[in-house]
């Protein structure tokens, strides 16, 4: 563009208006206007800019040329001074009175007062260096200054006429000085190892802080920021990776000791006598003290040997000299000390917290931090830094300054929150990955799918025999207090037995897997014990000898509470997470197992297996995990820290906090138990409902009605008829159908097999209230299919429900109204009840009135008998209700024609029954052997019977029943005493 307009402007404009029209010409004039005003703007910029610059230039030239006066005037005036300083020396070179000098020649006297100094400073390099050796810094920096004022006196005698000449015979000066200027690095070098080394006493400390003053010609508040930047990288360099300590554990003492070490150093080397208390006068202000000591002082710097030839020959300025100060020394004010040292203590904390924090993730025991924190604790009691610490921390930070608690205590408590929370969660995980190997969906299909089958099955488990089903010291009568102590100690250890287990249907896995969880508990009770529990050697609790609490430097009950109030909070976390696991778990096996039923599938061994051992894991590990409930409910031995009422009354409430957190834990447990037990119920019901749905549908049909309906009572009945006497047979049912019996045994089976004794009573009778709910629903159903097919036209009737089949239909259903529906006052026990006695009146709608006046009192003896009898093997559905026992006869028993006798038995008494002192024995002794008692594949009472003949048998018990009922008792008595004395072993 900016080429395009030069080659514009070069042209002709008589050229421009032959080749562009009126428009175009237009579109130049403004395009070349606007140049112009950019040029002219870039012309007033560069113009502005450049008279900036200008004035600058000038301003620069004019504080050059006062510099440069400046300069001059100044060296004019050293040269003044140094003449007459020339002039005020004596010309004759006096001598010390210790080293009177021999009569000279005025004009050799001069030349003997040069060559001495050339001597001395000859002589000067060796002993810098061996008191740089030694560690004699502040030594060191006296002579290297008397080096440095021979030097410069010797120069300033060269600036004269009369002694231009030294220069030019003793070249030796030149680099002489040279070679002794090198020592001042040295020297500050080595003063500032000695600063950072905390090892050394106050008085190194000062001798060096002395030194580099001199040297460098500062100030005592000077002095103090070095002394404190020179700490600061001494513990820096704790952290550096080239200055790793040995163990984190020295580490932390080092840190204690430069924190400590230099607080007390301050108050020695800095702090005034008027800022410290009286308790802990003694040295103080080293510092200033150490300088008017080497510049005060009469006697002079002391580096020759006596009886030299040449010393006689020195002029008394070197013999005399002192180093001087430039600037006075003054005192450091309270208020800066006190100010810079708090700034350097947050510094260093911040120091501290950081490398600390990093160097202690490495550390993955509670115990080894314990192990630190004694370490440190022990250093902090030292007598050479807890002496009069209270008095120098005012003095220093103003105030009360705990190393311990300030610094390291939070860092440790953190890292004592991460590992217990790293340890739980790695119970958790554990917990959660051994539940979902469980099922063997890992590859793992060894023994967990053999232990898993017992979940539901029970039985085989609880009915084995095993060694380790009494412990061996419950065994054994105890007599004396320390035998019985240590028995109670060893059952104890030795945990419940497997009876209790078995009692509790608590399975092999669900033991396993409880015990594991316990084990890894009780691994970080033990670990985390080491941190709060107290030490016998020392009393780091607070003590109550006065109305006020004084609270010394270590104090344990702070740690306690926050770190068992962290651990029972990380641990209930920890639990709520594990119970959120076990809720999904029981949520997705439901969806699976509505997915089954949905799709009519059979459901998988495992996933019910799965669900029970989820259900039984929440029961068992409150109870089997007694670490869980000291994790959550930390009681630990404190009786010195409760030593005083004040202090119980406030760990009563806390105690009672972590009290109702158990409760709360143990009833999320039960919970979700009951949550997994009602998915079980809902799978249960829904298979045995549908099976009783199925037979009842089919039992229209005659074969399915021939094979469903067991034997009826024929029962003779007279009836008078126009004076005359007429007797006839009618046949009444006498017990339920058998897909009903099928129902309750099944129904039985499931529950005796997965240990429903031990389930939440709630769940046992939500699911017989379900199972009624379904079996109600089903009779309805069922009689509105025979209702809308009676109903329509098209219909066939040959199917037609006979008055038989409704009478037995009649009695299946009052019998299970008596066995599964409750008799209380729930509203579900009403609206069930309700709905079965509506079926059960649509049933007898269905029987002529005429025969049903007739029928049911047979009905009815027949079902009470038939509800009695079937008492015991259906006492898992029977016994949730406790008024279902007589509800059948209105609390009547059967007809009996003998007393009946009480089934109480004799309880063992005798020495030969010691480990089982419960067992029921006879009052006299039977001769026939156990073997009768026991049912056996040969017993008469496991012999496959015809329906013919149970029906006939029950008739011919019902009458003899009670007449054998002194002979029962005699068996069951003889059966007890017989497992007494040949079963047990008689306690040999």
């Not at 606007?34 to 002219?40: A, D, G, P, Q, S």
């Not at 049912?935 to 015809?946: E, G």
Request: proline share 4%; glycine share 4%.
């Amino acid at each position: 563009m900016a080429a395009a307009m030069r080659n514009l402007m070069k042209s002709d404009p008589n050229s421009l208006f032959e080749k562009y029209n009126i428009e175009e010409i237009r579109d130049l004039e403004k395009s070349i206007k606007v140049e112009i005003e950019k040029k002219k703007e870039d012309l007033r910029q560069m113009v502005g800019e450049r008279y900036r610059d200008l004035i600058e230039a000038a301003d620069t030239i004019k504080d050059m040329k006062l510099s440069a006066d400046n300069v001059t005037r100044s060296i004019g005036s050293m040269q003044t001074q140094c003449s007459s300083l020339v002039q005020l020396l004596p010309s004759t070179r006096s001598r010390s009175a210790a080293f009177p000098l021999a009569k000279v020649k005025p004009k050799e006297e001069h030349f003997y007062c040069v060559a001495a100094q050339v001597k001395l400073l000859l002589d000067l390099p060796e002993k810098i260096w061996a008191a740089v050796e030694s560690q004699a810094y502040l030594n060191a920096t006296q002579l290297y200054l008397l080096a440095r004022h021979i030097h410069t006196g010797l120069h300033l005698d060269s600036t004269s006429a009369q002694c231009a000449h030294i220069i030019a015979h003793f070249p030796v000066l030149s680099w002489q000085w040279s070679a002794i200027r090198q020592f001042k690095p040295a020297i500050l070098k080595g003063c500032s190892q000695k600063l950072n080394d905390i090892s050394v006493s106050e008085q190194v400390v000062a001798d060096c802080l002395c030194a580099v003053l001199l040297l460098d010609d500062s100030t005592p508040r000077q002095m103090f920021t070095e002394f404190l930047l020179a700490r600061s990288n001494a513990l820096q360099q704790l952290f550096q990776p080239g200055h790793q300590a040995s163990s984190i554990k020295f580490l932390v003492c080092s840190l204690v000791d430069v924190v400590a070490v230099t607080i007390r150093q301050i108050s020695a080397i800095f702090c005034s006598s008027d800022d410290l208390e009286a308790s802990i006068q003694g040295e103080c202000n080293l510092l200033l003290t150490t300088l008017r000591r080497v510049t005060e002082r009469e006697q002079p710097v002391s580096v020759w040997t006596p009886g030299s030839s040449f010393l006689k020959h020195l002029p008394s300025t070197v013999v005399t000299f002192r180093p001087v100060l430039h600037t006075p020394a003054a005192h450091i004010t309270p208020q800066y000390l006190q100010q810079s040292a708090q700034q350097w203590l947050n510094a260093c904390m911040q120091h501290i917290h950081q490398g600390v924090a990093a160097q202690l993730s490495h550390v993955s025991t509670v115990k080894a931090l314990a192990s630190m924190r004694d370490a440190a604790w022990e250093r902090l009691r030292q007598e050479r830094l807890s002496h009069g610490w209270d008095g120098i921390c005012a003095a220093v930070v103003g105030r009360r300054l705990l190393v311990w608690d300030e610094c390291l205590r939070p860092l440790f408590l953190a890292r004592i929150q991460a590992i217990i929370s790293g340890c739980l969660e790695e119970v958790t995980l554990s917990a959660q990955t051994l539940l979902s190997e469980a099922d063997g969906a890992s590859g793992q299909t060894g023994l967990n799918e053999k232990l898993l089958e017992l979940e539901s099955n029970v039985l085989n488990y609880m009915w084995t025999e095993s060694p380790g089903d009494v412990p061996a010291c419950a065994a054994w009568q105890v007599t004396t207090v320390p035998r019985a102590s240590k028995a109670a100690a060893a059952a104890a250890a030795a945990g419940p037995g497997g009876l209790a287990m078995k009692a509790k249907a608590f399975t092999p896995f669900v033991q396993n897997l409880s015990g594991h969880i316990d084990r890894q508990l009780q691994a970080v009770l033990q670990d985390v014990s080491t941190y709060v529990a107290d030490d016998a050697g020392h009393s780091h609790e607070i003590v109550l000898d006065t109305d006020e609490a004084v609270t010394p430097q270590f104090v344990t009950s702070e740690d306690w509470e926050k770190v068992v109030t962290f651990q029972q909070k990380a641990c209930e976390a920890g639990i709520v997470s594990l119970l959120d696991f076990i809720q999904k778990e029981v949520v997705a096996l439901e969806q699976q197992l509505k997915t089954h039923w949905s799709a009519g599938e059979t459901v998988a061994p495992k996933k019910v297996n799965r669900l029970l051992l989820l259900s039984r894991f929440c029961i068992g590990l409150p109870e089997l995990s007694p670490n869980l409930q000291r994790c959550l409910t930390p009681t630990m031995e404190r009786s010195r820290r409760e030593s005083s009422l004040r202090r119980q009354s406030k760990l009563q409430p806390k105690r009672q906090d972590h009290e109702q957190v158990w409760l709360e834990i143990k009833r999320k447990f039960r919970e979700t138990s009951v949550q997994a037990c009602r998915v079980w119920a809902d799978q249960v019901s829904h298979q045995l409902v549908d099976t009783f749905t199925m037979f009842l549908f089919a039992s229209r049909s005659g074969p399915s009605l021939l094979k469903q309906t067991p034997v009826w009572d024929t029962i003779a009945i007279q009836e008078e008829a126009e004076g005359a006497s007429l007797s006839s047979n009618i046949r009444v049912p006498m017990q339920a159908s058998w897909y009903v019996h099928r129902l309750l045994h099944e129904l039985c089976r499931h529950v005796n097999c997965v240990g429903g004794h031990a389930f939440n009573r709630s769940v046992l009778r939500e699911l017989v209230q379900s199972i009624a709910d379904n079996v109600i629903r089903s009779y309805e159903n069922f009689l509105k299919e025979e209702e809308e097919k009676e109903e329509g036209e098209r219909e066939e009737r040959k199917w037609r429900l006979s008055q038989t089949q409704v009478l037995q239909l009649l009695f299946d259903a009052r019998f299970l109204s008596v066995v599964i529906i409750a008799k209380d006052d729930s509203e579900v026990g009403r609206r069930l009840a309700e709905r079965m006695q509506t079926v059960v009146e649509r049933l007898e709608n269905r029987v002529d009135p005429f025969d049903l006046d007739v029928f049911l009192p047979y009905i009815g003896a027949h079902l009470s008998r038939h509800v009695q009898r079937s008492q015991v093997l259906l006492g898992s559905v029977t016994g949730l209700d406790k008024n279902n026992l007589f509800a059948a006869t209105g609390g009547r028993s059967l007809p009996s024609t003998q007393q009946e006798q009480h089934n109480v038995l004799q309880l063992s008494s005798v020495a030969m029954t010691t480990r089982f002192p419960l067992l029921p024995v006879a009052s006299q002794s039977s001769s026939r052997p156990v073997s009768d008692y026991l049912l056996t594949p040969q017993s008469p009472l496991l012999k496959s019977q015809s329906t013919s003949a149970i029906l006939c048998s029950g008739d011919e018990s019902s009458s003899s029943g009670s007449g054998d009922s002194q002979s029962i008792h005699r068996s069951a008595t003889s059966f007890f005493e017989a497992m007494s004395t040949s079963w047990w072993g008689g306690g040999k």
